[in-house]
């Protein structure tokens, strides 16, 4: 199973960014899709999460400023930042939560640096 990132960088504050994560290589069912974050000597730390049903949830400081979606036929998920601040700063990970019959598997993508600069 792979996860494939894209569109971290480097980005002035108060801007948007947009981070896409494709998944390949299982069709077991993604009850969960979403996206964390780490920043060096700190836990991995939830950002935005969605269901197979397309519920959002949202999570920490910037929760206000986030928008999550996902595409169920093409195993993707987005996630936007509206109004970037230099706290935002951290590696993204992409995250995936499959369900068959009694097992369930968390797998991760490789995560993407975004940066924000004043």
């Known amino acids: 199973v792979q996860l494939m990132e894209s569109g971290g960088g480097s980005v002035q504050a108060g801007g948007s960014l947009t981070l896409s994560c494709a998944v390949s290589g299982t069709t077991l069912p993604m009850i969960i899709m979403g996206w964390y974050r780490q920043t060096p000597g700190r836990l991995r730390e939830m950002v935005a999460t969605?269901?197979?049903?397309?519920?959002?949830f949202y999570a920490g400081p910037a929760k206000g400023r986030l928008s999550i979606s996902r595409d169920n036929p093409k195993n993707t998920v987005s996630l936007r930042i509206d109004s970037l601040e230099p706290g935002d700063t951290a590696v993204y990970y992409c995250?995936?939560?499959?369900?068959?019959?009694?097992?369930?598997?968390?797998?991760w993508g490789q995560g993407t640096q975004v940066t924000v600069s004043t």
């Open positions: 995250h995936i939560r499959t369900r068959a019959d009694n097992r369930v598997d968390e797998l």
């Open positions: 969605i269901t197979s049903g397309g519920s959002p």
